[in-house]
C-alpha cells in the first residue's frame, strides 16, 4: 500500500460515531478553552513548573515524567493542549463505544459535556500536566473498553489501568464508574438465561461477565503498586506525604477507619453534588440536570417493565446493590488518600452521570419511547454544556486578571526593593509570600461561579516567597535570592519585623543586618 493508500483504509475503517467524537471533542475543546491554550498564564503550582520533568514518582505517580515528555517538559500551553485534546477526543470514542451511542445528535452531546465540564477547565488551569492527564484519562476508559469488547481483555485492561494509575490516580474513579454502567447494561439487556432459576442464580452468566471487570480493577491495582515499589527502590526514594499518598488507604484497615471513610464518601457525594456549585449554578443548569435525571429514572422503569426483569426479586438485590455502590466509587480517591485536599481536577467523574443519561435517553432498546423524550434531552444537555461554557470562561477571565494583578503587584515591589537603601544584587530577602488582604481588599467578582474551581479564583497567583522569585524571574527578567522558609521562620517572631508595616507601608522593606526583611502581610501573634 502507497501512504495514501493506507491512511484511506484506515480512516474507511474507523466507524462513523468514533469519527464524530472525536472532532466534536476536538473543535469544541478549541472554542471553549481557546482563552487558556493561547496564553502564557500561571497559577501557583505553574510558576514552579516552567520547565520541569515531572518525575513525580512520590505522590505515586511514576508513568507522568514519561506520559509528559512528548511536548517536552516546558509549559507549552498550545502544543500540551492540542495533545491534551486529540487523547480527549480518543477518550470521547471509547466512552460512545461503552455506553454503545451510535446517533450522531447523542454522540455530539456526549462529547460536549466531556469537554465543556468545568473540571476540565480546572485541569487546564494546571496546563504544563494536561497532556499526561488526559492521556491518563484516556487509558483508564480503554480499560473498561478492553473488557467489554474482548473475553480475556482484562488482562490488556489491567495494564492499561495501571499505567492510568501511574500517571494520576484521579482517572480511576473513571474507570469504576463505567464499569458499573457497563454492568447495569449487560442486566437490562437481557432477561434471566433460566427461567426456572429464582433470585441471584438465574443472572449467573451475567454475573460471570460482570466479574471480568472487578478482574481487571484488582489485577490493575496490584501492577500499579508493584511497579511503584520497584521503581521507589531503584530511585531510593519514599512516598511524600503531598496528599496524604503514603497511606494509600491505611484508614480502611480498622474497622473503625473503613466505616467512618465509607461515611465520608456518601456524605462528600451528597454535598458536593447538591452544593458544589458545579453541576449546576443558575436555573437554567438546574432544570437540565432535573429533566435528565427525571428522563433516566422514567426509561429505565420502562426498560424493567419492558425486559419483565421485575419477576425476578435478584435482579432488584444486584440493581440495588450497584446503585449504592455508585457514591463510594464515585469517592474512591478517599480510600486511597482519606487525607486528601480533593479540589475540583479529581471530580471529572461526575460528568458521566449526565453522560450516561444521554446515552439511556438516545439508546436503542427496542421498545417505544416518545420522541419527545430524546428532544427533551437532547435539549437538556445542549443547555448544560453551554452553561457549563460559560462558567469555563468566567473562569479564564478570573485566571487573566490574577495575573494581570500579580504582574501589577510584583512591578511595584520590585520596583521598592531596588530602591531601598543598602539594596544589592544578591542580598539575601527574608519575607512572607501571602499578599495581605488588609492591604489589597479582595476585588474578584468571580468567586459566585469559581468558588470551587481550584487554581482559578482568587486575585494574586503568590503565596509563597518562592512563588515571588519565580514570577518576577521569569515574568520581569529579575532574580532575588529569597531564603528557604525554614532558614527565616524565627525571623516572624522578631520585634523589630512585627513593629515593621505592610507593603506597600513605608516601612515595609528594610534591611538588618545585611538581610532585606520585606513583609506583605501583617500576622497576629
Known sequence: ?????????????????????????????????????????????????????????????????????LSSYYNLPWLIGILGLAYLGCAAAALC?????????????????????????????YVYTLDGYMLALLLAVLSVLLVKKYRRGFLPGAACLAFSMGIYQGYLSFAMILSIFSILMLLCGEAPTDSRKK??????????????????????????????????????????????????????????????????????????????????????????????????VAIAVLLIWKRKCWKNWG?????????????AVTNIILLISPAVNYHLLMRYQWILYPIGAVALVSGDWRMKK??????LGLAAAVVLIFCYSVTDNIAYSNLRK???????????????????????????????????DRQYPVTDITLPVTSNMIGMNGDI???????????????????????????????????EYLAMDSFPGPDSIRVIDGVMYIKTENINH
Open 199 to 296: 433470585g441471584i442464580g438465574a443472572w449467573k452468566p451475567v454475573l460471570s461477565q460482570a466479574l471480568r471487570y472487578v478482574y481487571m480493577g484488582m489485577l490493575g491495582a496490584v501492577l500499579y503498586f508493584v511497579i511503584l515499589q520497584v521503581l521507589l527502590r531503584l530511585q531510593g526514594k519514599e512516598l511524600d506525604h503531598y496528599q496524604g499518598i503514603d497511606g494509600l488507604g491505611a484508614g480502611a484497615l480498622s474497622l473503625q477507619g473503613s466505616a467512618a471513610m465509607v461515611r465520608d464518601m456518601y456524605r462528600d457525594f451528597v454535598s458536593f453534588t447538591l452544593k458544589g456549585n458545579i453541576l449546576f449554578q443558575n436555573v437554567f443548569s438546574l432544570a437540565a440536570c432535573c429533566v435528565l435525571a427525571a428522563l433516566t
Open 1 to 69: 500500500m502507497t501512504p495514501t493508500q493506507a491512511f484511506r483504509t484506515l480512516y474507511h475503517n474507523i466507524r462513523r460515531e468514533w469519527k464524530v467524537a472525536f472532532f466534536t471533542c476536538f473543535v469544541a475543546g478549541l472554542l471553549i478553552h481557546m482563552p487558556v491554550l493561547i496564553s502564557d498564564i500561571p497559577n501557583h503550582d505553574g510558576l514552579d513548573s516552567i520547565y520541569a520533568d515531572q518525575n513525580m514518582i512520590t505522590s505515586g505517580r511514576w508513568f507522568l515524567t514519561v506520559a509528559c515528555g
Open 97 to 125: 463505544e461503552i455506553l454503545e451511542v451510535r446517533k450522531p445528535w447523542a454522540v455530539m452531546l456526549v462529547s460536549g459535556l466531556l469537554t465543556a465540564f468545568p473540571a476540565l477547565a480546572s485541569t487546564f488551569a
Open 315 to 327: 435482579f432488584f438485590i444486584i440493581i440495588g446493590l450497584m446503585l449504592a455502590a455508585l457514591p
Open 402 to 436: 490574577r495575573y494581570e494583578k500579580t504582574y501589577a503587584y510584583c512591578v511595584r515591589l520590585l520596583d521598592r526593593i531596588e530602591q531601598t537603601e543598602g539594596y544589592y544584587m544578591g542580598i539575601p530577602i527574608a519575607m512572607i509570600g501571602v499578599v495581605g
Open 370 to 375: 416518545g420522541a419527545w423524550m430524546e428532544w
Open 461 to 495: 497567583l503568590l503565596y509563597t516567597g518562592k512563588n515571588y522569585r519565580l514570577f518576577i524571574q521569569h515574568y520581569l527578567g529579575a532574580t532575588l535570592n529569597i531564603l528557604p522558609e525554614d532558614v527565616m521562620s524565627d525571623m516572624y517572631d522578631s520585634e
